[in-house]
């Protein structure tokens, strides 16, 4: 090591090499700045490698489109939230919610459009959504909930096709069966009279009904076959309550 270069430090010999470098070469300190013009932020390369579907065969093979399907896999695709500022135009932007959103409710619970907070009166449309990306243009069917205002503006040039919510569970109707079962003024007057002969009757047929009982049972439709119906209907239950 020079003498000259001793006694000074790491930084300050560094600073020192750098200046008789450019005082001998007649150079400026510009020439040692790196060049940002390529730099690219994790934002950018999301941007460049973003894709609004990915297919389950879609394999990321670089670094980039790795951080994009991490990313993607994080989104919830069950609503989109849309940008209408150009509905006039028929240009609708849309995208999938975030972890935020999707805990506060926008998009299922308050209007589904960027700027707007109602809450009432909501409703669901299911459309056809045409993007290009990466050159090659696509559809995906979506679903929005939106107000009535931004619905009128989402239907400006064509109607969407609107969800509406189903009857959620199928009650039973048993008024033909009570109707059936309850007696009538003749009748009560006729089993005044049959009551003793068919007490006698009742006696005889009580043992052979045991019987027929007993081998009913093994007829009758399992617990099982109950409770699938059950299970069904609670899943179109929940199901609607996601429209």
């Not at 200046?19 to 013009?37: H, P, Q, V």
């Not at 007993?214 to 069904?232: F, G």
């Amino acid at each position: 090591m020079f003498p000259a270069y001793a006694h000074l430090s790491a930084y300050d010999r560094h600073k020192k090499l750098v200046n008789d470098y450019l005082t001998f070469y007649g150079k400026s300190i510009s020439s040692f700045e790196r060049d940002t013009s390529r730099d690219k932020t994790d934002y950018d390369v999301i941007r460049e490698n973003h894709k609004f579907l990915w297919d389950q065969e879609d394999t990321p093979d670089t670094w980039g489109a790795k951080l994009a399907k991490k990313y993607y896999d994080k989104l919830f695709k069950e609503y989109c939230i849309c940008d209408l500022t150009y509905y006039k135009q028929n240009k609708v932007a849309l995208r999938w919610r975030t972890e935020k959103e999707v805990i506060v409710g926008k998009g299922q619970f308050e209007c589904g459009s960027k700027t707007c907070k109602e809450k009432e009166n909501l409703r669901s449309w299911e459309l056809n959504f045409g993007y290009t990306e990466h050159g090659e243009k696509k559809n995906a069917l979506v679903k929005l909930r939106l107000c009535p205002e931004c619905s009128v503006k989402l239907n400006y040039q064509s109607q969407k096709r609107e969800v509406k919510r189903g009857k959620s569970l199928k009650r039973l109707n048993t008024s033909s069966e009570s109707n059936n079962d309850v007696p009538t003024a003749s009748s009560n007057l006729e089993s005044d009279n049959t009551a003793e002969a068919d007490s006698s009757l009742a006696e005889m047929k009580s043992s052979e009904s045991t019987d027929t009982n007993e081998s009913n049972i093994w007829k009758e439709k399992p617990v099982e076959d109950m409770e699938k119906t059950r299970e069904k209907e609670f899943e179109e239950y929940l199901e609607d309550l996601f429209m």
